[in-house]
C-alpha cells in the first residue's frame, strides 16, 4: 500500500535472487565471527538476552532468505 509519493518500485531497479542470497551468505558470516570474538566478554551485544535473540531472529531470516531468495517481513514468519 502506498500512502504518498511514487511506488517504491520505480525508485530502484530490482535485486536478483542470487545477489540477495550472497549478501545473506556474507551477514552470517559477519554476525558469526562478530559473535565468536564477543561471546566470552564481559559486556556485549551478543551476551545480553535482547542482542542474542535479535541476532538469532535475524539470522532465521537470512536463512529464509538464502532458501528463498526473497526477503519476508517478520509479520510473514507467523503466519
Partial sequence: MIITGPDPKTLLPPVSREALRREALSAVHEIAG????????????????????FTVLACCRMLQTLC??????????VK
Avoid: I, M
Wanted: with cysteine; charged share 20%.
Fill in 34 to 53: 562478530r559473535f565468536l570474538a564477543e561471546v566470552d566478554q564481559p559486556v556485549g551485544w551478543f551476551n545480553t538476552r535482547f542482542g542474542q535473540s
Fill in 68 to 77: 528463498s531468495g526473497t526477503v519476508e517481513s517478520k509479520l510473514c514468519s
